[in-house]
C-alpha cells in the first residue's frame, strides 16, 4: 500500500513560489530594464514639460500631477498584464500537481508590489526635481505623514500597485499573450478619458468615473498639492477671476485617507477576481 505524499505547507509554497517569480524576473533582464526605465523618464518629462509651472497655479500643477497619474498606470498595467497568460499551461499542470492558486496569486503580486515599490520611488523623484530645478516649493506640510513627499509616494504606489492588479486580472482573463496587448492601451485610455480632468463628467459619465483609478489618483495628488488654494493661470493677468474650490481635491487628511483606502479596495478586488479565473484557468475550463 503506498504512502499517500504529505503536501507542503501554503506558507511554505508561497515562499518557494515567490523565490521562483523573483528569479524569473531577475533573468528577464530586457523586461526588468524596460520596467525602471520608465519611472526614470517619466519624472524626466515631467520636470521639463510641466514642471516650471507645478506648484505655481492651478492649470500646470494638475497638468503635472495628471501625467505622473498616467504613468503609474500605464507602469502597473505594463509590470502584469503578462504574468499569467504566459504560464497558462504550467498553471494547469501544477494545479494537477497540488498548486494552491491563492498561493500563487499572492507570490505574483508581493513580487510586483516591491516592483511597484521601486518604480514608485524613481516617480516621485518628479517632485524632487521641480523644486531643485525651478526653485517651486512643495507644499509646506503633510496632511497624514510628516512630508507632502511621502503622501505623493503612499499615493502613487497604491495606484500602481492597484494598476498592477488589473493587469494580473486582465492576465488571467485572456487566453494569448496577443490578446492582453492589445487590451492593455484601451484600459488606459478607458481611464485617462474617465479620469475627469480631460473631460467634464456629468450624469451616467461621473458615475462611471468612480470606478476609475485613475480619478483617485488625482484626486489623491491634487488633495496632497492643495490645487483649490493655487492660483489660476489667468489670475496672474486678471486678479478678479473666481476661482471655484473643486471637491475633488479637499485639502484634507480624511478625504486623502479615504482615497487610500479606495485603492486599496481596488487591488484586493481584482486580485480576488484574478485568482477566480485562474480556477478556470486550472480546471481547463478555458
Same mark, same amino acid.
Given at each position: 500500500m503506498q504512502t499517500e505524499q504529505r503536501r507542503v505547507s501554503a506558507w511554505k509554497e508561497l515562499r518557494v513560489l515567490t523565490w521562483q517569480f523573483l528569479l524569473i524576473?531577475?533573468?528577464?533582464?530586457?523586461?526588468?530594464?524596460l520596467?525602471?526605465?520608465?519611472?526614470?523618464?517619466?519624472?524626466?518629462?515631467?520636470?521639463?514639460?510641466? #514642471?516650471?509651472?507645478?506648484?505655481?497655479?492651478?492649470?500646470?500643477?494638475? $497638468? +503635472?500631477?495628471? !501625467?505622473?497619474?498616467?504613468a503609474a498606470i500605464w507602469g502597473g498595467l505594463f509590470n502584469s498584464i503578462q504574468t499569467v497568460v504566459q504560464e497558462r499551461e504550467n498553471i494547469k499542470r501544477d494545479y494537477e500537481s497540488g498548486l494552491r492558486l491563492r498561493c500563487y496569486t499572492a507570490s505574483r503580486a508581493g513580487v510586483q508590489f516591491v516592483l511597484c515599490v521601486v518604480q514608485t520611488a524613481?516617480?516621485?523623484?518628479?517632485?524632487?526635481?521641480?523644486?531643485?530645478?525651478?526653485?517651486?516649493?512643495?507644499?509646506?506640510q503633510g496632511l497624514i505623514l510628516d512630508s507632502p513627499?511621502?503622501?505623493?509616494?503612499v499615493t502613487l504606489m497604491l495606484l500602481m500597485f492597484a494598476a498592477d492588479a488589473i #493587469?494580473?486580472?486582465?492576465?488571467?482573463?485572456?487566453?494569448?499573450?496577443? $490578446? +492582453?496587448?492589445? !487590451?492593455?492601451?484601451y484600459i488606459l485610455i478607458v481611464q485617462l478619458i474617465f479620469s475627469g480632468i480631460l473631460f467634464p463628467m456629468e450624469g451616467a459619465g461621473k458615475i462611471f468615473s468612480y470606478g476609475m483609478l485613475s480619478r483617485w489618483?488625482?484626486?489623491?495628488?491634487?488633495?496632497?498639492?492643495?490645487?483649490?488654494?493655487?492660483?489660476?493661470?489667468?489670475?496672474?493677468?486678471?486678479?478678479?477671476?473666481?476661482?471655484?474650490a473643486d471637491a475633488m481635491f479637499l485639502h484634507s487628511d480624511?478625504?486623502?485617507?479615504?482615497?487610500?483606502?479606495?485603492l486599496l479596495g481596488f487591488s484586493a478586488l481584482f486580485l480576488v477576481a484574478g485568482n477566480?479565473?485562474?480556477?478556470?484557468?486550472?480546471?481547463?475550463?478555458?
Open positions: 524576473q531577475l533573468h528577464s533582464r530586457k523586461n526588468l530594464l520596467s525602471l526605465t520608465f519611472p526614470i523618464v517619466a519624472p524626466a518629462i515631467t520636470v521639463w514639460i510641466a #514642471g516650471e509651472n507645478m506648484f505655481v497655479h492651478f492649470e500646470g500643477t494638475k $497638468s +503635472a500631477c495628471f !501625467v505622473l497619474v498616467s524613481l516617480l516621485t523623484s518628479s517632485f524632487i526635481g521641480v523644486r531643485e530645478r525651478y526653485g517651486n516649493d512643495l507644499p509646506k513627499l511621502q503622501e505623493y509616494f #493587469g494580473l486580472f486582465v492576465s488571467s482573463m485572456v487566453k494569448k499573450p496577443e $490578446s +492582453a496587448n492589445v !487590451v492593455a492601451p489618483g488625482m484626486e489623491g495628488l491634487g488633495s496632497i498639492s492643495d490645487l483649490n488654494e493655487l492660483p489660476l493661470q489667468i489670475q496672474a493677468t486678471v486678479p478678479t477671476v473666481p476661482h471655484e480624511w478625504h486623502l485617507l479615504g482615497i487610500w483606502l479606495i477566480l479565473f485562474l480556477h478556470r484557468i486550472a480546471k481547463n475550463s478555458r
